[in-house]
């Protein structure tokens, strides 16, 4: 139940409790919450506060509440705000309100919520980095139209990315397409983890095209390694 | 900078009282998994530097034989940080292994998008340890959120039996050892143990230069009680890494009253939501460092932080804010203080934020040394020369692992 | 079999359980650590009590004269107990002061009356800086002022303009292991900031808190009377950390009630400390295997019906080596401890006979 319904009231109650279920059936779902003194020592703490209509206070309140409605306004509208930094693990009861919205994203990830595909619009290339390579950013994403508040300097470093890569004396370092150099029985391996977890799924239920993309680069890798019992 | 008035605050810290932690000490626990069967302890090596963490509790940090587990964005954007960590170590004549064996920790990606879970993250972190385990060296993380990471991923594992079996069955598909190091030690905390050796070796007079300090929420804020705390450096009430190599270094090191806060990073605000983070990064830390400290220089020892900070200046500049502070990590602070090459080692040129008034005031002659950066460019682009090595930079010859 | 009740602790709740216990008519041993009577309120020197702002050391005066210099009353100052053996009914502690001498008394039945100690806030898990800060102080710092009758910054000597409290340090706090509420934080705090407002009647006085806990005579006498009367500033939300900010202290929370991120420069910031169990609660409750509660406070496993019988036949507790006590709670349970302890000498007695 909830005090005041008023957004999302086209959404069945049913589906909003299957999604809370599904938080609280995350095994650190328990060692995330207790209740809440309502003290606010998270907020003070808290970066995204100061920036965005944005509470970790009211995300543990609510999900100390059990209010399933408000719990679902949150996942849809708050949580993508959150900077993940942890300040908020400071709360005198326990409460960890940044990992509780590890939890909440995991869940809008894997019901593939609009608020998951809005929030990963324009980070696929990033999803395809670190899953495909094994290191999340690499020296030629470097680009100025990515990076246009940065300067000119973006252009600098590369208009020279190859010339000053070859002059990084560790030997591992002198990559450009990934931050270093990563063994291909390691990528392999990674790949593997990525199958034997779920996470391939995930990916399937906020974004196809980056599914379909990464599925064809792992396929014929993972079978010439011999991990075809996935 | 205020001072802290010792006669009243020191009168304090002699009533204090022992008393028990709060927390359970998580590596007993792993030890007791270990007996169990279930995984190896990777023990620390020796020789090793015992330093205190939050609540009074003892860490080992070892010296040599360390497996650098790199970060993505300081090998990718900010490469003259990790060169730095290498640099020393060569320095100190220590013998290390830079692994190909190595993928990300995959958090900042984690922490972005959650298009991962708890079983592949700490997979992802098992596979990394046993890595480490078969080429016989101790990890060392570079980054402060794969570091903040790892233990939450130790805390669920040793909290969970379910996810440790399930991780367990993945690493012994992929042929690997299931091994869990006895500590998870961030380099800041070997440089925190080793500042003295660097004090020994200093070739600059930092005494003019001031410096603030930006402490990583994902190395004190995860986990909190693995962190490092020293009475003599803030009363012990705050993490000690970074301000105390800086003092140890001769430099100041000024207060300011953001100092708690994050960077404004936010993991995936850096890269799709960067006005949340430019706003944060100029108007709640450098803005305010200036204000009240106008330092020389920011120092930080995380990969986010040094990012975030530096890059958010430009439009900070554009817009009139009171900006202009460089950054580094207290790594490449520490290799400049013993000589090393600013543009070769410590790779300024990769930083946004204008140094070279600061590398003046350290006394470094950025003129020529980045004449001599540009003599080795280009003999780089005339095919004279494919790499510059560690011959090149004055650094000792060292038995490596793979970097060898 | 002995006759005599030994209380462990001079604080009022051992002067008040030996008090009572003589003017029952039975034999007393008292032992102090220290070489007063007093306990925690004179050692830390408290200035007035809640709720009429009486003299504390009037009060305890009072407390000591109903137990020097009676016949019932044996007094060990500077004495602690080191062993003890044996049953309700008969036990024989050994005592010893400074010097070294021990002294074995037989008793029959043991009163235990050692204590709290207050929360170091060097050791919080909020970033307030008692270790960093001069003018970041505790209510025991903030009374031995008041009890001077001043109430300034301790880094300049200067009248403070703006004066915070800050609740529940080291009190309802899961990250340092004492979840509990330590009951008189409440009451004190407010009682202090009327005294700042007299002192000082320019400065601003705030209290940051999660819950007033003011039940009784502190409604009455002293929480309506700081808001109405005193214009204390009661705002709901705890801070979250205390930086220093030129020589001024910056406080930063949020302001629950206006749903406000609040950041306010102060001269003085008073931490509310709560209680722990003293050192001396501790150690007597190991030497006779007394059971503590996870917080170490020795355990009173028949609450509420009964508030002072421990775990162990024969021992009883008094006032807050039992946790968490106003001075109310104190004195009562002084009075029942006392009677029970009679209570069961004389039927030993009768058993015996």
Redesign the interface.
Same mark, same amino acid.
């Given at each position: 139940m909830t005090l005041a319904p008023n957004s999302y009231t086209e959404i069945p109650y049913e589906e909003k409790k299957r999604l809370f279920d599904e938080m609280r059936a995350?095994?650190?779902y328990q060692?995330h919450l207790?209740g809440c003194?309502?003290?606010? !020592?998270?907020? @003070?703490?808290c970066?995204?506060?100061?920036?965005?209509d944005f509470?970790p206070?009211k995300i543990a309140q609510a999900l100390a509440r059990q209010d399933v409605e408000l719990i679902y306004e949150q996942l849809n509208d708050d949580i993508?705000n959150c900077?993940?930094?942890?300040?908020c693990?400071?709360?005198?009861?326990?409460n960890n309100p940044g990992g509780l919205i590890?939890v909440m994203?995991?869940v809008?990830?894997n019901n593939g919520l609009g608020s998951?595909r809005d @929030?990963?619009?324009?980070?696929g290339r990033?999803?395809y980095k670190?899953?495909g390579t094994?290191?999340?950013?690499?020296?030629d994403?470097?680009q100025p139209n990515a990076?246009p508040?940065?300067?000119p300097?973006v252009k600098e470093?590369s208009d020279?990315l190859d010339?000053?890569?070859?002059?990084?004396?560790? %030997?591992?370092?002198?990559t450009t397409t990934? @931050?270093?150099?990563?063994?291909d029985?390691?990528?392999t %391996?990674?790949y593997? !983890?990525?199958h034997?977890?779920?996470?391939m799924e995930?990916?399937e239920e906020?974004d196809e095209g980056l599914y379909e993309i990464l599925n064809d680069v792992m396929e014929d890798v993972l079978e010439d390694a011999g991990?075809d019992d996935l | 900078m205020s001072k802290i008035p010792l006669p009243i605050v020191q009168e304090r810290r002699e009533r204090q009282r022992p008393a028990t932690p709060p927390t359970e000490d998580i590596r007993e626990k792993v030890f007791e998994i270990e007996d169990a069967g279930e995984w190896t302890v990777h023990r620390v090596p020796e020789p090793y530097t015992e330093v205190t963490t939050k609540y009074g509790r003892t860490k080992k940090i070892p010296h040599q034989g360390l497996w650098h587990h790199?970060?993505?964005?300081?090998?990718?954007?900010i490469?003259g940080y990790?060169?730095a960590i290498?640099?020393l170590m060569r320095k100190l004549g220590f013998e290390y292994d830079?692994?190909?064996?190595? &993928?990300?920790c995959?958090a900042?990606?984690?922490?972005?998008?959650?298009?991962?879970?708890?079983?592949?993250q700490a997979?992802?972190a098992m596979?990394n340890f046993g890595?480490a385990y078969e080429s016989e060296h101790f990890p060392l993380i570079h980054c402060g959120t794969s570091y903040?990471h790892y233990k939450d991923v130790r +805390?669920?594992l040793v909290?969970?039996p379910?996810?440790r079996a399930?991780v367990r069955s993945?690493l012994d598909?992929?042929g690997?050892p299931f091994v869990m190091p006895e500590e998870i030690v961030h380099y800041s905390e070997w440089v925190y143990a080793m500042r003295h050796e660097f004090a020994a070796r200093q070739v600059l007079d930092l005494s003019e230069i001031t410096a603030t300090v930006h402490p990583a929420?994902?190395y004190h804020?995860?986990v909190?009680e693995d962190a490092i705390y020293d009475p003599d450096i803030y009363g012990g009430q705050r993490t000690a890494v970074v301000t105390a190599v800086a003092q140890a270094l001769g430099a100041e090191v000024a207060d300011y009253s953001t100092w #708690?806060?994050?960077c404004?990073?936010?993991?995936?605000?850096i890269?799709?939501q960067?006005d #949340?983070t430019?706003?944060?990064a100029t108007q709640?830390k450098i803005e305010v460092m200036v204000d009240e400290a106008n330092p020389d220089v920011v120092l930080t020892h995380d990969t986010g932080c040094v990012t975030t900070l530096d890059?958010s200046q430009?439009?900070g500049k554009?817009h009139g804010r009171k900006v202009g502070v460089p950054v580094m990590s207290e790594a490449q602070f520490a290799a400049l203080a013993m000589g090393a090459h600013p543009y070769?080692?410590c790779?300024l040129?990769?930083h946004?934020t204008e140094n070279r008034p600061l590398l003046e005031k350290m006394g470094i002659d950025w003129k020529e040394r980045w004449r001599e #950066?540009e003599d +080795?460019?280009k003999q780089? +682009?005339s095919g004279e020369k494919?790499?510059? &090595?560690?011959d090149?930079?004055d650094?000792e010859p060292v038995a490596t692992g793979?970097?060898s | 079999m002995s006759d005599a009740v030994l209380v462990i602790g001079g604080g009022p709740a051992g002067m008040e359980a030996a008090r009572s216990v003589a003017d029952l008519g039975s034999r007393v041993v008292m032992v102090e650590k220290r070489d007063r009577l007093g306990g925690t309120p004179d050692e830390a020197g408290y200035a007035a009590l809640t709720p009429s702002f009486e003299s504390a050391e009037e009060a305890l005066d009072r407390m000591r004269a109903g137990v020097v210099d009676r016949p019932e009353v044996t007094l060990h100052l500077g004495s602690t107990v080191v062993e003890a053996s044996g049953e309700a009914g008969s036990f024989s502690v050994t005592l010893q002061n400074a010097k070294g001498e021990r002294v074995t008394e037989e008793v029959g039945a043991v009163i235990l009356a050692t204590g709290f100690q207050h929360f170091d806030p060097g050791r919080e898990?909020?970033?307030y800086g008692y270790y960093e800060h001069e003018d970041v102080i505790t209510l025991v710092d903030a009374e031995k002022m008041l009890k001077a009758h001043e109430f300034v910054r301790p880094s300049t000597g200067e009248k403070p303009r703006n004066v915070a409290f800050i609740q529940?340090v080291g009190s309802?706090?899961?990250?340092i292991g004492n979840e509990y509420c330590s009951k008189v934080c409440c009451g004190i705090s407010s009682k202090q900031a009327i005294e700042v407002r007299r002192l000082v009647p320019d400065a601003k006085v705030y209290i940051f808190y999660?819950d007033m806990r003011m039940y009784g005579y502190w409604e009455n006498q002293i929480y309506w009377p700081a808001q109405e009367e005193y214009n204390v500033n009661y705002i709901? *939300?705890?801070?979250?950390?205390v930086v220093k900010k030129g020589d001024r202290l910056l406080m930063?929370?949020?302001?629950?009630t206006m *749903?406000r991120?609040?950041e306010v420069l102060m001269d003085v910031i008073v931490l509310a400390v709560g209680m722990e169990p003293s050192l001396g609660t501790r150690s007597i409750a190991s030497i006779f295997g007394v059971p503590q509660n996870k917080y170490g406070f020795i355990e009173v496993p028949g609450e509420p019906m009964d508030a002072v019988t421990t775990g162990v036949s024969g021992i009883y507790v008094a006032g807050a080596a039992a946790g968490p006590k106003d001075l109310e709670d104190t004195v009562s349970m002084a009075g029942a401890a006392a009677v029970k302890a009679v209570g069961l000498l004389r039927a030993k007695a009768k058993g015996a006979a």
């Open positions: 995350d095994p650190r060692d207790y003194y309502e003290c606010g !020592i998270c907020v @003070a703490a970066p995204s506060a100061r920036f965005y509470s206070r993508w900077s993940q930094c942890f300040s693990t400071r709360c005198p009861r326990g590890t994203r995991e809008a990830v998951a @929030a990963l619009e324009g980070y990033v999803v670190i899953m094994g290191t999340q950013v690499s020296p994403m470097l990076f508040d940065w300067g300097h470093i020279h010339v000053w890569r070859r002059a990084l004396p560790p %030997e591992t370092l002198h990934t @931050a270093w150099q990563v063994d029985r390691t990528i %391996e990674l593997f !983890i990525w034997a977890t779920g996470v995930m990916i906020v991990f | 790199k970060s993505c964005g300081q090998c990718g954007h490469p990790s060169t290498f640099w830079d692994p190909k064996d190595q &993928t990300s995959t900042w990606n984690y922490y972005a998008s959650a298009t991962s879970n708890s079983a592949a997979a992802v596979r890595a903040g +805390e669920e909290a969970h379910h996810l399930k993945i598909k992929l690997r929420c994902h804020k995860l909190v #708690f806060d994050c404004g990073f936010g993991f995936r605000h890269l799709v960067r #949340f430019r706003s944060f709640r890059q430009f439009s554009a070769k080692v790779q040129h990769w946004n #950066f +080795e460019l780089l +682009e494919e790499y510059v &090595t560690w090149d930079v650094a793979s970097d | 898990t909020q970033m529940c309802r706090d899961r990250r999660i709901r *939300g705890i801070v979250t950390e930063k929370g949020e302001d629950t *749903g991120p609040m």
